[in-house]
């Protein structure tokens, strides 16, 4: 059977397009944070059923699609929206690796100044963030989206989580003081020199993520017996008066 494919360049930026007519006043995902969410649910602690985590990339606040959404529509989104998940997870299951959406922030202000259009600020603008920040921010946004929708991960005894979703994090807004100070271990012991730099930690961490919690998202229960084992010189439980290994037991 063949692999499904990923998507290409073209299928990415019309996904992007899609999403970004969700009817308002929803507001959707973009395709980078479409990815981040995305590698979000695949490292959770149990598998997420899509129909569970499909539903959250219409809106970053929980809002639901309406009814009457168009079905061609929502229905090109989904097959674009599966067949990258699933091209995820195979490269994370079979590689360790995979290649994130990141968007090149310093070429859309170039090309929105060259088009005489005004760059809206946001809120990386106002916290001063890093050039690798601001340009990975909105990947790990969405992997943040993920964590919060399903907090299983976050609640993990497990201090490799703790550690590799914290080096996610340092390139969202530090807001308290603990987190500042969490950043600026990070930027001390873990040095960014570059964006390619800053890209291969991520997907590093995303990777352990995955195999940190493979065993448990992949866990098969015990067959519990509703009665005890019996030996082979016990009594059979059929009744007959003879030993388990004479009677039922015998092979």
Not at 18 to 36: I, K
Not at 47 to 58: A, D, G, K, R, Y
Not at 148 to 163: H, S
Not at 172 to 189: C, N
């Amino acid at each position: 059977m063949s692999k499904i494919a990923d998507l290409n360049d073209t299928e990415f930026a019309e996904l992007d397009e899609l999403l970004a007519t969700t009817p308002a006043p929803l507001q959707a995902l973009d395709a980078s944070m479409l990815d981040g969410y995305l590698c979000g649910v695949l490292v959770q602690p149990r598998l997420i059923e899509v129909e569970e985590w499909l539903p959250p990339i219409f809106d970053y606040d929980g809002g639901e699609l309406p009814a009457d959404a168009d079905p061609a529509w929502l229905a090109r989104i989904q097959e674009l929206v599966l067949r990258r998940h699933a091209a995820l997870n195979r490269s994370l299951a079979e590689h360790g690796w995979f290649d994130p959406v990141v968007l090149d922030l310093d070429a859309e202000a170039a090309a929105a100044a060259e088009s005489g259009e005004q760059p809206e600020a946001d809120a990386a603008d106002d916290e001063q963030l890093s050039p690798i920040a601001r340009t990975l921010l909105p990947w790990v946004a969405g992997f943040q989206h993920a964590a919060l929708c399903f907090p299983e991960l976050g609640e993990l005894d497990d201090e490799g989580v703790m550690n590799a979703m914290a080096r996610l994090y340092r390139h969202l807004p530090a807001e308290t003081a603990e987190e500042k100070e969490i950043v600026a271990t990070l930027d001390r012991e873990h040095p960014l020199k570059d964006i390619d730099d800053a890209i291969e930690d991520l997907v590093v961490n995303v990777a352990d993520l995955y195999d940190l919690t493979t065993d448990l998202r992949y866990k098969v229960e015990a067959v519990r017996r509703d009665t005890p084992k019996v030996g082979r010189n016990d009594p059979c439980p059929c009744g007959s008066g003879r030993k388990y290994k004479q009677c039922h037991g015998a092979n």
